[in-house]
């Protein structure tokens, strides 16, 4: 099955700092990926979405500013978390678009999710 | 706006017992998928489904679609410890690609 990696799995830093986030999809390439913030015990909320090549499209609410996203590569967005608060303490999951060709033509786009990375803000 | 809805929230049984996830919503959606998460992990596709009316079954879990693709419904036969965790359903809207999550539900199998 498709593999989507993330970088750190966890990482706890000062109020102020800013914090790198990277995700890769390891055997396929995706010219979209996403951001999702999940809080404890709740389902996954999409912040943005990350095109490659070209700006991201953040969903309402999400501060762009704040979150800053980056497509390089078919492989690899980067997710920047600027000036974290503890409020932006979260667990933070990508996912990589595997287009496929269903059946008679069709499409059966599907997320491969990464591991997440648990982000606490001191 | 949480389209779609999943019941139950909750869910804790005997191992051996049977159990049904729901997702419902008002929306039709292209195509939905079947996640399940543990704590501290990503989503791991499970299932799915495109075709209205269609059921899928993925060893002691069977999964179908609604026929007119607005809901989705998940049964466990002979449920076990190792089926713990968090169930997520998600749709996929034509024309678009962003998933719709739904709302969750956490199953925990006793031994």
């Known amino acids: 099955g498709a593999v989507v990696s993330q970088h750190p799995s966890w990482v706890i830093c000062k109020s102020g700092t800013s914090v790198k986030i990277e995700c890769r999809s390891l055997?396929?390439?995706?010219?979209?990926m996403f951001w999702y913030r999940q809080f404890p015990k709740q389902s996954l909320m999409l912040m943005a979405t990350?095109?490659?090549?070209?700006?991201?499209?953040?969903e309402q609410g999400v501060e762009k500013d704040k979150f800053l996203i980056n497509h390089a590569s078919l492989t690899l967005s980067t997710l920047t978390v600027t000036s974290a608060h503890p409020e932006d303490s979260s667990f933070y999951i990508c996912?990589?678009?595997?287009?496929?060709?269903?059946?008679?033509?069709?499409?059966?786009?599907?997320?491969?999710f990464g591991p997440g990375t648990r982000l606490t803000v001191l | 706006t949480q389209l779609l809805e999943q019941s139950p929230q909750f869910l804790s049984i005997q191992e051996g017992e049977n159990l049904t996830v729901y997702c419902n919503s008002s929306?039709?959606?292209?195509?939905l998928q079947w996640y399940r998460q543990e704590p501290g992990e990503g989503p791991v596709l499970l299932v799915t489904?495109?075709?209205?009316?269609e059921v899928k079954k993925l060893k002691r879990l069977t999964f179908q679609f609604g026929d007119a693709r607005k809901d989705s419904s998940l049964h466990i036969t002979a449920a076990q410890p190792g089926d713990t965790g968090l169930y997520l359903c998600?749709?996929?809207?034509?024309?678009?690609?962003?998933?719709?999550f739904g709302t969750g539900t956490r199953l925990k199998v006793l031994a």
């Open positions: 996912s990589a678009l595997n287009r496929n060709e269903g059946l008679a033509g069709g499409r059966t786009d599907t997320q491969y």
């Open positions: 055997d396929f390439q995706a010219t979209t």
């Open positions: 990350s095109n490659e090549g070209s700006k991201a499209t953040y």
């Open positions: 929306s039709v959606f292209s195509s």
């Open positions: 489904v495109v075709t209205g009316g």
């Open positions: 998600a749709g996929v809207r034509s024309g678009t690609y962003k998933y719709i």
